[in-house]
């Protein structure tokens, strides 16, 4: 170690590599082998190998390919036996074909009404390819951080809104996509003050989730406006009349959705 007051030397920086940098190749270590006189390495200059399998040589040029030499001699456009192996790994094996197909059947009464022929119609229609129908350009429903308003995130709450029922603003009507019928509770209708005379019967039963059915026996059809500001949508809407305690008012069906 240097004394106290001695000079700093200078930072010594490695020279880069150039091409006469790489020197000559080492002869190979095993002379004293027999050499085969039939084969020769014009790398190593000797008799122990062919030069198509010198393995020094290979690496000799992969060196100089790395440090900017033979750039040339390169095709590009070609990738490397490591780099397409390595793809091939990453790609996802092919899937499986499935072992069946599990169907899903919508029905109910929104499907041309309760009548046996009505359905049967709906059968029909749901059969005929729809190519060459225009198609409804509708506006995207998109919600924001300004919706969160009230709701503690993360959650898995019901899609809950406000609309107005017969000129009502009514509070608490669930979005249920899964359902084929648009439900007004019995208590939520009353608070309307429509007279119970323009109530329609109804002879098909409402069917549950674990099967017990629910005798539907009257609806009403009335005008429901959604949305807020300039943007809204009106549509006519038969809510079936279901007397049972509900946290809800009404609930909105799927083919309601699809006619705003």
Same mark, same amino acid.
């Given at each position: ?26 002869? /190979? ?9 039939? /084969? ?22 992969? +060196? ?24 091939? /790994? ?32 709906? &059968? ?20 924001? +951080? ?15 809104? &406000? ?12 979005? +249920? ?43 009403? &059809? ?33 083919? &309601?959705?699809?006619?705003?």
């Amino acid at each position: 170690m240097g004394a106290v007051g001695d000079p700093v030397p200078d930072v010594v920086h490695s020279e880069p590599k150039t091409l006469e940098n790489f020197g000559q190749p080492h002869a /190979n270590e095993d002379t004293g082998k027999q050499r085969n006189h039939n /084969n020769y390495c014009e790398f190593h200059r000797d008799h122990s190998h062919d030069t198509d399998n010198c393995i020094d040589l290979d690496n000799h040029i992969e +060196d100089l390919i790395k440090h900017g030499y033979l750039g040339g001699f390169v095709d590009k456009s070609e990738k490397p036996a490591q780099e397409e192996s390595r793809i091939e /790994n990453v790609r996802p094996p092919p899937r499986a074909p499935p072992a069946s197909v599990i169907h899903v059947i919508s029905g109910g009464i929104v499907a041309r009404g309760e009548s046996s022929l009505g359905r049967k119609k709906y &059968t029909h229609l749901c059969e005929i390819d729809n190519q060459g129908q225009k198609k409804r350009q509708d506006d995207p429903v998109t919600f924001t +951080d300004d919706d969160l308003q009230g709701v503690q995130t993360p959650h898995n709450d019901a899609l809950v809104i &406000t609309t107005k029922v017969a000129n009502f603003e009514v509070w608490r009507i669930l979005v +249920d996509t899964g359902s084929c019928v648009d439900v007004l509770f019995e208590e939520a209708f009353e608070k309307l003050g429509i007279d119970k005379d323009h109530l329609t019967p109804v002879n098909t039963p409402l069917m549950g989730f674990s099967g017990e059915s629910l005798m539907l026996t009257r609806r009403i &059809t009335l005008p429901l406006l959604i949305g807020d500001g300039d943007i809204t949508a009106t549509t006519m809407v038969d809510f079936f009349i279901v007397c049972c305690s509900s946290s809800y008012n009404a609930i909105l069906d799927r083919p &309601t959705l699809n006619s705003l």
